[in-house]
C-alpha cells in the first residue's frame, strides 16, 4: 500500500514559476513509476508527466513539454513537478499517482495507477 501527499500548489501570476511536491509512504515507493495529473473545472483529469521507478526516464504532455520537469528522489520518498512559464490554462487541480505495477516505467494511462494523492490547487491569473 502507498499513500501520497501533494503539497507546493498556491496562486501564481503568468509567466512564473511553482514546485509541487508529493510525499509517499511505505518502504516500496521508491519500486514505483509515478505520474502527476491534473483537473480543471468541467474538464476530465488529464495525464500532465510520468517518470520511471528509477528516474531514468520521463514523459510529458504535449501541453507541458519544455516548461514542466518531473523528477525524484527515492532516499527521500518524493516525486517533484517543476512548473515554470505557467499560463492561464495550467490551472487545476494537480494529482500524483502511483503505477499499480512495480519496477516499470513511465505511464501515461490513468488506469495504470492503483494509488492517488488527494490533490493540490494550481491557480494560475493572467
Known amino acids: 500500500q502507498v499513500q501520497l501527499v501533494e503539497s507546493g500548489g498556491g496562486l501564481v501570476q503568468a509567466g512564473g514559476s511553482l514546485r509541487l511536491s508529493c510525499a509517499g509512504s511505505?518502504?516500496?515507493?521508491?519500486?514505483?513509476?509515478m505520474g502527476w495529473f491534473r483537473q480543471a473545472p468541467g474538464k476530465e483529469r488529464e495525464f500532465v508527466a510520468t517518470?520511471?521507478?528509477?528516474?531514468?526516464?520521463?514523459y510529458y504532455a504535449d501541453s507541458v513539454k519544455g516548461r514542466f520537469t518531473i523528477s525524484r528522489d527515492n532516499a527521500k520518498n518524493t516525486v517533484y513537478l517543476q512548473m515554470n512559464s505557467l499560463k492561464p490554462e495550467d490551472t487545476a487541480v494537480y494529482y500524483c499517482a502511483a503505477a499499480a505495477s512495480r519496477y516499470g516505467s513511465t505511464r501515461k494511462g490513468e488506469d495504470e495507477y492503483a494509488y492517488w494523492g488527494q490533490g493540490t490547487q494550481v491557480t494560475v491569473s493572467s
Open positions: 517518470i520511471s521507478w528509477r528516474g531514468g526516464s520521463t
Open positions: 511505505g518502504r516500496t515507493f521508491s519500486s514505483y513509476a
